[in-house]
């Protein structure tokens, strides 16, 4: 059985490397770069999910997500649209809605960054806008009690723009369970590799 990891906007694949080092069974973990599985597509919300659910599709049989922030939205909604696909989820980090306040402020300051800066995340300083607004009216909340596949919500602690989500999803997912990790902000698999692989080791022996 394939184990995807979606990663986030501001991040590539390759922020996955040093988690996935200390699997206990990293060979069928897959780990999609996001702009190149579009394949020259607008990057626009809706074209993103159409491509993630075609490359979930072309996996046989059942398959765990883990995706953080951006990749565990795309995670969440494919699980809401192909329950019977999803084996187990894993939402790090992840906004059950988008946060118009905190993605108002989080816009000025991308503005402020130059092209540059955008080199080592997932699309360049133009696609990042274009994908953002394509998401503002993203909202889950009606929905996820609908999930049914063993779930499992991961947050740091620093992490204020997500921690209400993390307990919100708790509170409306049936049997979910929360880790919230101490001394730990919005990026886990950069952050905190080694623990973060600790907890998914643990939960994906527990849901074999």
Not at 29 to 44: M, V, Y
Not at 95 to 109: D, E, S
Not at 112 to 134: C, H, Q, V, W, Y
Not at 169 to 182: M, R, S, T
Request: hydrophobic fraction near 35%; include cysteine; charge should be neutral.
């Amino acid at each position: 059985m394939k184990t995807i990891f979606i990663h986030g906007s501001g991040h590539k694949s390759t922020s996955w490397n040093e988690t996935i080092s200390y699997m206990e069974d990293n060979r069928d973990i897959l780990c999609p770069d996001l702009s190149a599985i579009l394949n020259g597509k607008e990057t626009c919300y809706k074209n993103l999910y159409s491509s993630f659910k075609e490359y979930c599709n072309n996996n046989d049989g059942q398959i765990n997500l883990c995706g953080i922030s951006l990749g565990g939205i795309l995670a969440l909604h494919y699980t809401l649209d192909f329950p019977d696909k999803v084996k187990s989820l894993v939402l790090i980090g992840t906004p059950h809605k988008i946060p118009r306040v905190i993605f108002g402020i989080q816009n000025i300051i991308f503005r402020l960054l130059p092209r540059s800066m955008f080199e080592n995340m997932a699309f360049n300083k133009k696609d990042t806008f274009i994908l953002g607004n394509s998401m503002r009216a993203l909202d889950f909340s009606d929905s996820i009690n609908s999930i049914k596949c063993p779930t499992l919500l991961i947050c740091g602690k620093k992490d204020s723009a997500n921690i209400k989500s993390a307990y919100y999803f708790h509170q409306n997912i049936q049997n979910a369970k929360l880790e919230i990790i101490e001394n730990t902000g919005h990026v886990v698999n950069e952050e905190n590799p080694l623990l973060l692989a600790q907890i998914l080791n643990k939960y994906y022996n527990e849901t074999k």
